[in-house]
């Protein structure tokens, strides 16, 4: 066979819904040596990403850590550890990645009962009261910022109202952590997922879970087996507790960069970090709007650092961002299920919440809707993203 050429990728500027770019500091993380996954000095660094964690997530919980896995790994660790078969479940949906819980669910052998919204919006507590109080499931799962239609899911009360029929509380924060609030314990949150490679400014690999202590003692009594070996918690969590027993070799590199981008969301701090990505969405939401493109989800509920916004009439859409990615190197996301081929997803997430990343983007766009026959005056969608930060 002809052996390949030296790995020589192009480089882009990462504005899709995942992943984005990691920080430089986290790739130079990334090039440090090897140690064994049970060396003494290995098993600090674990230590000290566990503790980081839990501020970063807002939590006590102990059994806290990254399953050795992307995202979805993190949903099916929190699913497949609380559900048993015949376990009635609600899931709430409003997007894709609700309705990938609903299959996951399943697959345990849940009986799943699936309370909708239109997407783009989000759920008010008396429809979930209600349906607890006619399923009384044993969890109920949900999605805080759906990646799919660029909602935020509020989550203030919704723990405590799980509580009160004695259901668990699953939430995804897969686009939220390390961008926006994430409070587990005053949430009442009883297991949660993320990733690596939004908010945290990491590449893809790893996927933080946390677990309550209401949560770890329906794992830990369960009557059958959890369905996966790997992703049993009651197996794994001794590699990352204080037993630190053989479990499977962990991503050294995958947690080395963890390590650092978790250093860089706490020395920069929770409360500024939350402004950041607020203050450059508000500057991009500007500019789109100049440009005459409106968000799918209602203002009161969008994501800052995950702009869904409705693709013009008369637009091509792949034409537009085959020529983002070609001709200025930047990827922005396509819409998913309802959304396919009707809206464009921009990620401001993590490192990529930059000023000069939304004042690139807005330039770029605006000369890939001029090529498509859309009317815009030159420069104002950047002219009216700098009002905003010159406000």
Same mark, same amino acid.
């Given at each position: 066979m002809n052996i390949p050429g030296p790995l020589n990728p192009p480089t882009r500027l990462l504005l899709g819904p995942g992943?984005?770019?990691?920080?430089?500091?986290?790739?130079?993380?990334?090039?440090?040596?090897?140690?064994?996954?049970?060396?003494?000095?290995?098993?600090?660094?674990?230590?000290?990403?566990?503790?980081?964690?839990?501020?970063?997530?807002?939590?006590?919980?102990?059994?806290?850590f990254p399953v050795s896995a992307t995202g979805m790994a993190g949903m099916e660790t929190c699913l497949v550890n609380l559900i048993e078969p015949g376990d009635r479940v609600v899931v709430c949906a409003v997007g894709f990645f609700g309705h990938r819980m609903v299959e996951v669910a399943t697959r345990a052998g849940a009986q799943v009962t699936v309370l909708e919204r239109p997407w783009g919006e989000v759920f008010d507590l008396q429809p979930i009261r209600e349906t607890l109080q006619r399923v009384r499931p044993k969890v109920l799962t949900i999605v805080q910022a759906e990646t799919s239609t660029g909602a935020c899911q509020p989550l203030e009360g919704l723990g405590a109202l799980c509580h009160e029929f004695d259901t668990l509380l699953v939430v995804d924060a897969v686009t939220a952590l390390g961008c926006i609030p994430v409070a587990v314990d005053d949430w009442q949150v009883d297991a949660i997922y993320s990733c690596s490679q939004k908010g945290l400014s990491c590449p893809p690999g790893l996927s933080p879970v946390s677990f309550s202590p209401r949560a770890v003692e329906a794992f830990t009594k369960r009557k059958t087996k959890v369905q996966s070996w790997y992703f049993d918690v009651n197996l794994v969590e001794h590699y990352w507790d204080s037993d630190r027993f053989y479990h499977h070799t962990g991503p050294i590199t995958m947690v080395f960069a963890l390590y650092e981008g978790l250093r860089l969301v706490l020395e920069e701090g929770l409360e500024n970090r939350w402004a950041r990505h607020r203050r450059n969405h508000e500057a991009l939401k500007a500019g789109l709007n100049a440009l005459g493109l409106t968000y799918t989800a209602n203002e009161k509920y969008q994501l800052p650092q995950l702009n869904a916004v409705r693709i013009?009439? *008369?637009?091509?859409?792949?034409?537009? =961002?085959?020529?983002?990615?070609?001709? %200025?190197?930047?990827?922005?996301?396509?819409?998913?299920?309802?959304?396919?081929?009707?809206?464009?997803?921009? *990620?401001?997430?993590?490192?990529?919440? =930059?000023?000069?990343?939304?004042?690139? %983007?807005?330039?770029?766009?605006?000369q890939c809707l001029m090529s498509q026959g859309i009317k815009v005056s030159p420069g104002s969608g950047v002219a009216a993203a700098n009002r905003v930060y010159l406000g």
């Amino acid at each position: 066979m002809n052996i390949p050429g030296p790995l020589n990728p192009p480089t882009r500027l990462l504005l899709g819904p995942g992943p984005s770019d990691a920080h430089p500091r986290v790739l130079r993380a990334m090039s440090t040596p090897l140690l064994g996954h049970l060396d003494p000095q290995f098993l600090e660094i674990m230590t000290a990403v566990q503790e980081m964690l839990r501020s970063v997530y807002q939590t006590k919980n102990q059994v806290t850590f990254p399953v050795s896995a992307t995202g979805m790994a993190g949903m099916e660790t929190c699913l497949v550890n609380l559900i048993e078969p015949g376990d009635r479940v609600v899931v709430c949906a409003v997007g894709f990645f609700g309705h990938r819980m609903v299959e996951v669910a399943t697959r345990a052998g849940a009986q799943v009962t699936v309370l909708e919204r239109p997407w783009g919006e989000v759920f008010d507590l008396q429809p979930i009261r209600e349906t607890l109080q006619r399923v009384r499931p044993k969890v109920l799962t949900i999605v805080q910022a759906e990646t799919s239609t660029g909602a935020c899911q509020p989550l203030e009360g919704l723990g405590a109202l799980c509580h009160e029929f004695d259901t668990l509380l699953v939430v995804d924060a897969v686009t939220a952590l390390g961008c926006i609030p994430v409070a587990v314990d005053d949430w009442q949150v009883d297991a949660i997922y993320s990733c690596s490679q939004k908010g945290l400014s990491c590449p893809p690999g790893l996927s933080p879970v946390s677990f309550s202590p209401r949560a770890v003692e329906a794992f830990t009594k369960r009557k059958t087996k959890v369905q996966s070996w790997y992703f049993d918690v009651n197996l794994v969590e001794h590699y990352w507790d204080s037993d630190r027993f053989y479990h499977h070799t962990g991503p050294i590199t995958m947690v080395f960069a963890l390590y650092e981008g978790l250093r860089l969301v706490l020395e920069e701090g929770l409360e500024n970090r939350w402004a950041r990505h607020r203050r450059n969405h508000e500057a991009l939401k500007a500019g789109l709007n100049a440009l005459g493109l409106t968000y799918t989800a209602n203002e009161k509920y969008q994501l800052p650092q995950l702009n869904a916004v409705r693709i013009p009439a *008369g637009v091509d859409d792949l034409a537009v =961002r085959k020529r983002l990615l070609n001709e %200025f190197g930047i990827e922005i996301g396509g819409g998913l299920g309802e959304f396919k081929g009707k809206a464009w997803r921009i *990620g401001l997430m993590g490192h990529n919440s =930059r000023p000069d990343v939304v004042l690139l %983007f807005l330039g770029a766009l605006e000369q890939c809707l001029m090529s498509q026959g859309i009317k815009v005056s030159p420069g104002s969608g950047v002219a009216a993203a700098n009002r905003v930060y010159l406000g």
